[in-house]
């Protein structure tokens, strides 16, 4: 089998985030027959086509292509901080923190704050945060792009550790004038016959699905983000259910939340390696991290 260089994986890279091989080229200050040979050497090492090709210098990703570039992603997003890893090997130091979250998590107040005292706390730690889904995250852990996340648990990966948090629910959003906007708590039967709205492809998809089996037949729209959830609420669309922290993120003017019955129970935690035990930085942004959700009075308790 061919073997795959360095240089095959960096032209497909520019190709995929440029678009084209003419910008591929520019970015890497080679010529454009150069980045095609590194394309056709990286797809005969592979045995897969990765582009469909145009007229002129125009590709489109195939599907394998798109399928493979998603796989990898990680491991070509940190090509440029080998630097960095050595600098940190040398050093015995951890002079970068990379974190990961689904967005909703990464921008809720808690863990914004927990992340603010981490840094006042360690001024010579640099930050790195990453938006990620939540069934990214594992893969993202798994393969050390992370040192820690923050997501729905449990985790399935038995590469991964997690450490609970807190327990909350989920709970739906509406616009400030539909019929169940006045209510404190809603129950199934008041979702009946209620254009519904749901996170896609997510853990938290499979615990609302369990409690709302029956009602599958009104969903309306789904988004792979769920704070595009609570938004569409917004909109007047219909009834959104999802993470609190999702809601969270939008005012009172714009969306009401609505505890729902019977719970659909969701706890949250932290994960990071299980071969490699929190240092002394980690572990404490764990427990800022507990100590801000426990103080945070947005987000349903629930158990």
Request: hydrophobic letters at 40%; aromatic letters at 4%; glycine letters at 6%.
């Amino acid at each position: 089998m061919p073997e795959i260089t360095l240089r095959q994986l960096r032209a497909f890279q520019a190709v995929m985030t440029n678009g084209n091989v003419n910008a591929a080229a520019e970015r890497l200050h080679l010529t454009q027959p150069a980045v095609s040979k590194q394309l056709t050497g990286l797809e005969e090492a592979l045995k897969i086509s990765l582009f469909h090709r145009g007229s002129g210098r125009s590709v489109t990703p195939t599907s394998e292509g798109l399928a493979f570039y998603k796989a990898i992603e990680p491991t070509l997003e940190n090509l440029g901080n080998l630097s960095t890893i050595a600098s940190e090997v040398a050093r015995r130091t951890r002079p970068r923190l990379r974190f990961g979250a689904p967005t909703p998590m990464l921008n809720s107040p808690p863990i914004i704050q927990a992340l603010h005292r981490c840094k006042q706390e360690n001024p010579g730690v640099f930050l790195s945060l990453e938006q990620r889904t939540r069934l990214e995250l594992e893969d993202w852990m798994a393969s050390r792009q992370i040192d820690l996340a923050f997501g729905l648990l449990p985790v399935e990966n038995p590469l991964i550790a997690a450490v609970p948090l807190i327990m909350t629910e989920a709970v739906a959003a509406v616009s400030p004038d539909h019929r169940l906007a006045t209510r404190q708590e809603i129950c199934h039967d008041d979702l009946i016959g209620e254009p519904l709205i749901l996170p896609s492809r997510q853990l938290l998809r499979n615990r609302i699905d369990v409690g709302l089996w029956d009602l599958q037949g009104q969903v309306v729209m789904e988004a792979t983000s769920s704070l595009s959830c609570p938004a569409m609420a917004a909109s007047g669309l219909g009834v959104a259910v999802c993470d609190p922290f999702s809601v969270s993120m939008f005012s009172r003017e714009n969306v009401v939340t609505l505890r729902l019955r019977p719970r659909i129970p969701l706890e949250y935690g932290v994960l990071h390696q299980k071969d490699s035990p929190p240092d002394d930085v980690i572990q404490a942004l764990i427990e800022l991290m507990k100590d801000e959700l426990e103080k945070c009075d947005v987000l349903p308790r629930c158990g």
